[in-house]
């Protein structure tokens, strides 16, 4: 059960346009939402994250959205850069309890084109 | 901040034999470490959560006597493979949540094991 789901497996955007990546989740209790880019062979580095009682949030040239009734998220790039292109995964977790737990999406790879 | 290495990047071994993978915050502690692992072309997958001080939490279906996790200090977590067959090979990523922080983790920048 795929409880975090990136419909789209890849996304291709010329430089200097807007990258929208998106991210839908089934589970109502999810209340933290994070976005991270990982490179082959490394490890995720965080970009961005939104809490449930916001929807929006932005850091410079990245912006996630958050649409609880429609259960979507989808993080923003602009402008895009060569530089951006990676593997992009969307992940979530309830805070309630300890040590909450991320589930995440199973990736978009984005190419930024000259 | 928020730095997270972990040791080695990449190794080979033999089947039959154990292999540590050591996860350590850098610049923070970190009371809940967590592993995760990696299938080419697919999302990272959780295997266990690891509190320091006390008994990690393993995953429906990961094997707790076949992955050893130990944190013994609020830096430090491993993960020890043992008795590794090349099933096991694969790409083995840690992460560390900042002790009394939200829900951000911050990852290692993994471990490539290969069993021959």
């Known amino acids: 059960d795929q409880q975090v789901k990136q419909n789209s497996p890849s996304l291709s955007v010329q430089e200097g346009r807007i990258s929208i990546l998106n991210c839908d989740y089934t589970?109502?209790?999810?209340?933290?939402f994070l976005w991270y880019k990982k490179y082959p062979a490394e490890g995720p580095t965080f970009l961005i994250s939104i809490s449930s009682i916001k929807d929006k949030n932005e850091d410079g040239r990245f912006t996630v959205f958050l649409n609880k009734s429609a259960k979507h998220l989808s993080l923003h790039i602009v402008p895009s850069q060569p530089g951006d292109s990676a593997v992009y995964f969307c992940a979530a977790s309830t805070t309630t309890g300890t040590a909450s737990k991320l589930t995440f999406g199973t990736g978009t790879r984005l190419q930024v084109t000259l | 901040g928020a730095v997270v290495s972990q040791h080695p990047s990449w190794v080979i071994c033999k089947s039959g034999t154990s292999v540590k993978i050591e996860c350590r915050s850098l610049d923070f502690q970190a009371t809940t470490m967590f592993w995760y692992r990696q299938f080419p072309k697919q999302s990272l997958m959780l295997m266990a959560t690891?509190?320091?001080?006390?008994?990690?939490?393993?995953e429906q279906g990961v094997e707790k006597d076949k992955f050893l996790i130990n944190h013994a200090s609020l830096t430090l977590s491993t993960l020890t493979v043992t008795s590794a067959h090349p099933e096991d090979s694969s790409f083995y990523i840690c992460s560390a949540k900042v002790a009394g922080g939200h829900d951000t983790q911050y990852f290692g920048p993994g471990t490539r094991l290969t069993v021959l």
């Open positions: 589970n109502s209790m999810f209340d933290y």
């Open positions: 690891s509190n320091e001080g006390s008994k990690a939490t393993y």
